[in-house]
């Protein structure tokens, strides 16, 4: 589904300060799999999310979707495959205080140009699966850690993408609502999603749901084994 080939990321290039933070990384990840990027702080985890993501661009190297080459695509087309194939789970969920879980829900689709009123609808849908309908006009200021986290939840499914895309998912939660986590993925992994996290924690490691668990260190993947 997604294939890395020899992809370098440099920061601050010829600058004194410039950082090489992915020395070359070649990778394939199938579709419907679950696949977990481990490794020290600092080792490019974010930053190799971000490429797969196509929030980030590759200084060098080729990426391929779905058999489709997008390394030099314009941005405007790349927005346009990041909206549709990719859902976003952040570590500090990056949901917009000020405004209703139900506005937070249905940001990524605005682009679309979909109508609000089945906007609306889908979105309520999604709440309500996660037990949170009651919750769609309070403020996100107003959420606990784990109901802010399923709003983050809904708002990466959104536009329905075929992966779903977390940084350090549970570093925020406990260890009953990252098992809970842990099983939502699994329902969207036999829903058919493909799921890349990257994280620090071993109930990501060791759930059942995931595949295979990718090691980094240094830019570079060190270890890859089926989980
Ligand atoms: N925009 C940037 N400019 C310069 N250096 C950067 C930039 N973004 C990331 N880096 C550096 O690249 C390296 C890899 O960062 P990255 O965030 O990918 O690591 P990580 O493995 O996700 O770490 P953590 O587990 O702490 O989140 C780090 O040394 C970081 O300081």
Redesign the pocket.
Known sequence: MIHLNAVRKV??AGKPNE?V?LRGITMSIDAHQVIALT?P????????LSILGCMARPSAGRITLMDREITSLPERFLAEIRRGTFGFIFQQYNLIKGITVLENVMIPAYPTGERYASLKIRALKLLDIFGLVNKSSSKIEWLSGGEAQRVAISRALINDPPVIIAD?PTAHLDTKLSREFMAILGDLKEEGKTILI?S?DPIVHEAAVVNRVVA?RDGELVDSRLS
């Open positions: 920061f601050n950082f933070a490794g702080s600092g080792s490019g985890k974010t930053t190799l350090e990257a620090h980094m």
